[in-house]
């Protein structure tokens, strides 16, 4: 079976998904996750194809590695955890000494999420599927992150009064987008909260922008 490795690729001359034939000046690129085709498909083989300083999403080991060990100026971050950061220091809360718990560890987002906000030295726990008493574990977060692809999973009543809640859920229901936030209910006990859709999935493009036009001046010096 052939392996096909779908790629944006961010050149100085053209834009090509063939990246075995690429001669000219390639910046960065990244893997589309998740793959769309229903053919076994080894996902991490196609993350970790991409050379490292070229890898837009900080998806090869290399930068998760760096990211956990807190090398984060020799890293290139993931873009959602990355924007999700940025978030919230833009409601001035400080991340420090702040107790944050992250539900969900994926690679794309929870756990790279966890290492971000510990190396901004808030105390972090993360949640997943085998956690006990997710609630009240929920219920003593300053800074309490979503990432676990349920809809409307976090309800008021998980949500201490004055956390800052980042939702990076996307689920359809009915027809429309939700987050992994009942954001009716959770806005009215949250300092702060990012709507399903409009909240983290702009940031993530930012970012990716972001990581793109450092990667660009990286490799120009």
């Known amino acids: ?38 053919a076994q498909v080894d996902s991490g083989l196609c993350t970790q194809a991409i050379h490292p300083m070229k890898d837009v999403d900080g998806l090869h080991t290399d930068n998760a590695g760096k990211l956990a060990h807190g090398e984060l100026t020799h890293c290139i971050v993931p873009c959602t955890p990355r ?7 833009h409601t001035g809360v400080e991340v420090a000494g702040k107790r944050a718990v992250v539900i969900g560890r994926s ?4 756990s790279p999420m966890s290492s971000l906000l510990m190396w901004n030295h808030a105390t972090v726990t993360t949640c997943h599927s085998k956690t006990k008493n997710l ?30 809640v980042i939702d990076c ?9 939700v987050g992994d ?14 709507p399903v859709p409009g909240g983290v999935g702009p940031m993530t493009v930012a970012m990716l922008l972001q990581n793109t036009f450092e990667g660009a001046r990286q490799s120009s010096l």
């Open 169 to 177: 859920g996307i689920n359809s229901v009915d027809g429309r987008l």
């Open 107 to 110: 690679k794309i987002v929870g």
């Open 1 to 38: 079976m052939n392996r096909w490795l779908v790629c944006m690729c961010v050149t100085t001359t053209t834009m090509s998904t063939n990246c075995s034939n690429c001669f000219f000046v390639l910046y960065t690129l990244y893997c589309q996750l998740p793959l769309d085709t229903t």
């Open 135 to 164: 609630a009240e574990v929920c219920s003593e977060a300053d800074i309490l992150v979503a990432a676990v692809g349920k809809p409307m999973l976090v309800k008021a009543d998980w949500v201490k009064p004055g956390a800052v």
């Open 83 to 89: 924007g999700c950061l940025e978030l919230i220091k």
């Open 181 to 194: 936030v009942d954001f009716n209910s959770v806005r009215h006990v949250a300092s702060w909260i990012t």
